[in-house]
């Protein structure tokens, strides 16, 4: 026996059955627990299968009922004792004009069930159709228990009962929600299924139906369902006409068209689009930088990747921001005012920008507007912009393509003229009196002064230097300027012109001379020599260090002290410009009238000094150097060794010698100098001059050239000299 279902046993073990009246003429009987139905002659008409039956006076039926787990279901048995529907309901209503509410589903407690579905049946067990909706002319919608169908306008079924929810997306197109799958799909008016309900969203672009699959990836069909963009993008968004903006992950989207075709690469963080219908794009490295750049919808670039920012400005220009600076972009006539600017507003159809710390006003087309000016004469004007100055005339014509600092009135013909905290002097012609290399220029006492390297010149209203003049011993007469230096007999007569502007008083009738040079970076390079009492040029103003030791030795060097606390090496000469000892004395120091303790590196001792010579006369050592003292009232003594090769110092490149290969290597050629020294002569310089190395051997004499030359290690490389 079944143990879920029991009753009451005979004496000899059989089941009795009871019965119990129940509408008219019929009993409900029960045999171990469950119920069916007799007539009034006693035929058993339905089984003892349901857990319970009830009569419904309404409309002469029976209600079953049916033990689902921990709920009951309920159907409909008629008087004829015929199934009407099985016990599927979880709730039947009371029939009222033959018409009953039905429920499948839970809507109570933790057994709630969210795809409750409602509706209605009649007397006889039909599901009534509901929701009966036109949605098209001559096309409509309803539902049985919450689920719909197509149908005709005498509700005659199109597509059968299996959508949630059936929608218009236009003329052409319902979209549908699938009862089963939960997910979308497309049918035509005729309710032909376009695509199966398998998309998590659906929605229609242009002449396209766009979709997202089951991993929440794009793409596209035509209208009669053909796949044309595969299902690759994260967010696919209509930009324009023809134009989609799709982002393959959250840093890598572009635009295509409506055949998936790239319009701009797939490549870019974000894509925004403007009033102008260009797109602006952003694209971040691997470092978290930000670039922005700009293109049409057709993919033509308008501004490179390069930008930190780019916004559209109500004038519909564009306001770019880049490592430069700020500036404005015209997407027909390109950059109107260059990125240049620190700062840059839009405000009354004007831009108010800074530049160097300086401020100014550009109009609408990228002109920049003056502000201060000043009046150089009736038909000049200097007028200022961003902290600069240029000339004008009435018309505001530029008449010079120099732009000053500052322009200053210094007299009634006479400009004052700056550029990089340097000043000049111009007439009111604008001619250049004085170029822009003095420090200071001002009027004192009625003297025009100007500072040049620490040194005041007077200068004439004319804008000409007022010689400095220097009587030499010999009664000559020495003018200097700024940049040359005359020398005069006393009838007048020029004797002699060089390039030196200063003279130091004459010591052992001579005396140093310098030439100062301002360089590209606004500084000053001096340059020494030394003329004799007649005022002839000795050395020439090539050296960094001139030292007068006596009447007839000079301690020379072209180096400049470096910032390591390393010392430029002296070569020492005659008074008559004859070198007698190359550049290796690292200190000279005098000791007595006469009398010189010179140090030497104790590297460069080994290799100039002979070994006889350094052993019986070095005193002492400090600090790397050995020091020998010299009497040079008696002469310099001949200490060098006997073949000693010209020290590089004395190299200038450019220099052209003829020399002979000594060594031929893969990289190169040794090329030996005589009196110089052996340069390489590297292959690479071959190949420039389309020279193949192995058409030089030993002993070839070549003609070449000093390439480059380096200090340290007393060595320079060479080039041909073709």
């Known amino acids: 026996m079944d143990s879920e279902h029991y009753g009451e046993l005979s004496k000899e073990g059989i089941p009795v059955t009871t019965k119990e009246r129940i509408g008219t003429d019929s009993y409900k009987f029960s045999r171990l627990g469950l119920y069916g139905l007799i007539d009034a002659a006693g035929n058993e008409c339905i089984p003892n299968i349901y857990d319970d039956i009830d009569y419904i006076e309404a409309i002469k039926s029976y209600k079953s009922q049916s033990k689902d787990g921990f709920f009951i279901k309920f159907g409909l048995i008629n008087a004829q004792y015929e199934i009407l529907c099985e016990p599927i309901y979880d709730y039947i209503g009371d029939f009222i004009d033959g018409v009953a509410q039905v429920r499948i589903g839970h809507s109570f407690g933790n057994h709630a069930d969210g795809n409750i579905r409602r509706g209605r049946i009649d007397a006889i067990g039909n599901v009534l159709i509901d929701n009966f909706v036109e949605i098209h002319p001559h096309l409509f919608v309803g539902s049985k228990l919450d689920i719909y169908a197509l149908l005709t306008v005498d509700k005659q079924p199109i597509t059968d009962y299996k959508y949630l929810s059936i929608e218009k997306l236009n003329d052409e197109f319902l979209l549908v929600k699938g009862s089963q799958s939960k997910l979308f799909g497309v049918l035509s008016m005729d309710g032909k299924v376009v695509l199966e309900d398998s998309y998590t969203n659906i929605c229609l672009l242009d002449d396209m139906i766009l979709a997202s699959d089951e991993n929440r990836l794009y793409g596209c069909y035509d209208t009669s369902g053909k796949l044309i963009i595969r299902h690759l993008y994260q967010l696919f968004e209509e930009i324009g006409i023809n134009r989609y903006y799709v982002r393959i992950d959250y840093r890598h989207g572009g635009i295509i068209d409506c055949l998936g075709n790239n319009i701009i690469p797939i490549e870019f963080t974000s894509v925004s689009k403007q009033e102008d219908n260009n797109i602006i794009l952003e694209k971040v490295d691997c470092a978290g930088n930000r670039t922005y750049g700009l293109f049409d919808l057709d993919g033509h670039k308008l501004l490179d990747i390069v930008y930190s920012s780019i916004v559209l400005l109500e004038n519909k220009f564009y306001k770019c921001k880049s490592y430069w600076g700020m500036g404005i972009f015209d997407t027909k006539k390109g950059f109107i005012i260059p990125c240049e600017y620190s700062t840059l507003e839009y405000?009354?159809?004007?831009?108010?920008?800074?530049?160097?710390?300086?401020?100014?006003?550009?109009?609408?087309?990228?002109?920049?507007?003056?502000?201060?000016?000043?009046?150089?004469?009736?038909?000049?004007?200097?007028?200022?912009?961003?902290?600069?100055?240029?000339?004008?005339?009435?018309?505001?014509?530029?008449?010079?393509?120099?732009?000053?600092?500052?322009?200053?009135?210094?007299?009634?013909?006479?400009?004052?003229?700056?550029?990089?905290?340097?000043?000049?002097?111009?007439?009111?012609?604008?001619?250049?009196?004085?170029?822009?290399?003095?420090?200071?220029?001002?009027?004192?006492?009625?003297?025009?002064?100007?500072?040049?390297?620490?040194?005041?010149?007077?200068?004439?209203?004319?804008?000409?230097?007022?010689?400095?003049?220097?009587?030499?011993?010999?009664?000559?007469?020495?003018?200097?300027?700024?940049?040359?230096?005359?020398?005069?007999?006393?009838?007048?007569?020029?004797?002699?012109?060089?390039?030196?502007?200063?003279?130091?008083?004459f010591k052992y009738d001579v005396a140093i001379v310098t030439k100062v040079i301002l360089t590209d970076k606004n500084e000053y390079e001096k340059f020494l020599g030394l003329i004799n009492s007649t005022g002839d040029l000795v050395f020439s103003t090539n050296y960094r260090k001139i030292k007068v030791l006596n009447k007839k030795y000079v301690a020379v060097t072209k180096e400049k002290d470096d910032n390591y606390g390393f010392f430029a090496k002296y070569a020492l000469y005659d008074i008559n410009g004859n070198l007698l000892v190359p550049y290796i004395c690292r200190h000279i120091e005098r000791v007595q009238t006469n009398i010189f303790d010179i140090s030497f590196d104790i590297q460069d001792s080994k290799r100039y000094i002979s070994r006889e010579y350094f052993t019986s006369n070095c005193s002492s050592t400090r600090n790397g150097c050995c020091i020998i003292r010299f009497d040079f009232k008696k002469g310099i003594p001949n200490f060098l060794n006997e073949k000693i090769a010209l020290d590089v110092r004395e190299l200038r490149k450019g220099q052209e010698y003829v020399g002979k290969i000594t060594n031929c290597k893969s990289y190169g050629l040794f090329v030996e100098i005589e009196n110089v020294g052996t340069g390489l002569l590297h292959i690479s310089e071959l190949k420039k001059l389309g020279q193949d190395i192995l058409n030089f051997f030993e002993d070839d004499i070549v003609n070449v050239k000093i390439l480059d030359i380096d200090i340290p290690k007393n060595r320079f490389t060479l080039t041909l000299n073709t």
């Not at 004085?434 to 005041?456: E, M, Y």
């Not at 209203?461 to 003018?479: A, D, M, Q, R, S």
């Open 347 to 505: 405000k009354d159809g004007v831009y108010q920008a800074s530049k160097n710390n300086h401020q100014g006003t550009i109009d609408s087309n990228g002109i920049v507007l003056y502000g201060e000016e000043l009046k150089i004469s009736n038909a000049i004007y200097a007028k200022e912009r961003f902290g600069k100055w240029v000339f004008l005339s009435l018309s505001n014509k530029e008449l010079s393509d120099q732009i000053y600092d500052s322009v200053e009135l210094l007299s009634e013909n006479l400009i004052i003229v700056s550029q990089k905290n340097k000043y000049g002097l111009l007439n009111f012609s604008l001619n250049v009196l004085q170029p822009i290399v003095f420090d200071q220029i001002k009027l004192v006492n009625g003297i025009i002064r100007a500072l040049f390297c620490d040194v005041w010149y007077d200068i004439m209203n004319n804008g000409k230097i007022l010689p400095k003049v220097t009587t030499l011993p010999n009664g000559y007469i020495l003018e200097s300027e700024r940049e040359r230096s005359i020398i005069k007999s006393t009838d007048g007569t020029l004797i002699n012109e060089f390039d030196f502007s200063r003279i130091e008083k």
